[in-house]
């Protein structure tokens, strides 16, 4: 990716919060403001999971909370709840991109780099506003549940000296077995014929590790079928062949928060939950992390809405 464009100010996730964030720094004077969400439009978890005309409450669960910034949020339901957050939108000076699932945060010296599938972006400050609700993808055949411990969706419980198989065709697929290859073998197995998805490192660095034969390139095969061999992974694909592995990774999208805050280098405590201190800024500095993630209970849209406002106090108060 050769192009990266700036903004003083970049939110990740288009939620409550990540909304809360970019209009709090529209308030605070701060502009070229960017809010990247990866669903097709704001506030996937009211739009998902909340049925037509369920109340949407300020006091979430009880929790009385008093607003502190520029969002005045009130009592709703689910139409008017959205409503709200599509004039916010409107209103202020904000870009938005939707469908657009960032892959990485990196930090160069004072500037971060924000990389999603087929654009890049940099900024002084940036926020993690996703929720906890992502779960990775799964395929359409059974997983058989006596493989549940050689089956994985990350790189948690690979070991060394392994015979691994990773599957997608994306950045993460190309980025656990670019990982996975120093110290096991490892298949990549991608249902297309070649990638269309990658990044150009990942693209070059991948193919360099096919050239030195670290990783087998396995492509145009889509798996069938798993079985359980012997305590081993058995995959067949649609050309009726199989291969027998150790272990197997799916890397088909969905990546949990988790993974993503290991990816931007955040510092996670023994729970696997982020490190902050008390302006939401994590062991990166201008890095910060707001709503269910900051939250031990989540869910609280009031509470989201406040974090924003402390965070944006905070670096304007930096500048």
Same mark, same amino acid.
């Given at each position: 990716?050769?192009? &990266? ?11 409550? @919060? ?73 209103? $202020? ?15 160069? %010296? ?20 996703? %929720? ?8 359409? &055949? ?27 065709? %994306? ?35 991948? &193919? $360099? ?21 012997? @305590? ?39 729970? @696997? ?24 209970? %989540? ?14 106090? &905070? ?5």
């Amino acid at each position: 990716m050769n192009t &990266y464009r700036a903004y003083d100010f970049i939110v990740i996730g288009g939620g409550p @919060g990540g909304i809360g964030a970019a209009v709090e720094a529209s308030h605070f004077g701060i502009e070229n403001i960017l809010m990247i969400e990866k669903g097709e439009n704001h506030s996937q978890t009211i739009r998902k999971y909340y049925k037509d005309g369920k109340r949407v409450d300020k006091d979430y669960k009880g929790m009385v909370v008093e607003l502190n910034g520029n969002v005045d949020f009130k009592d709703g339901d689910k139409d008017s709840t959205l409503n709200y957050f599509d004039k916010l939108l409107d209103d $202020e000076k904000i870009d938005v991109i939707f469908n657009s699932e960032v892959e990485n945060v990196v930090k160069d %010296g004072d500037i971060f780099k924000v990389t999603t599938s087929n654009a890049g972006f940099i900024a002084k400050n940036v926020i993690v506003a996703i %929720g906890r609700m992502g779960k990775p993808n799964k395929p359409d &055949y059974k997983l058989p549940a006596s493989l549940s411990n050689k089956i994985n969706f990350n790189l948690d419980k690979c070991s060394q000296n392994e015979n691994i198989l990773i599957v997608g065709g %994306g950045n993460s697929a190309a980025e656990y077995a670019i990982a996975l290859s120093t110290n096991n073998k490892v298949t990549l197995n991608y249902r297309k014929s070649s990638f269309t998805r990658l990044n150009e490192i990942n693209e070059k660095t991948l &193919y $360099e590790c096919a050239k030195n034969e670290t990783v087998s390139l396995l492509l145009g095969k889509d798996i069938v079928q798993i079985d359980n061999e012997d @305590g081993d992974v058995k995959v067949i694909f649609n050309d009726n062949s199989s291969n027998t592995y150790d272990r197997v990774v799916y890397a088909i999208g969905g990546t949990t928060p988790v993974d993503f805050l290991k990816k931007c280098n955040i510092a996670l405590d023994k729970e @696997g939950l982020p490190i902050f201190d008390e302006n939401f800024e994590t062991s990166i500095k201008n890095l910060f992390i707001c709503g269910d993630l900051a939250t031990a209970s %989540g869910g609280s849209i009031a509470i989201a809405l406040n974090h924003a406002y402390q965070i944006l106090k &905070y670096i304007k108060s930096q500048n």
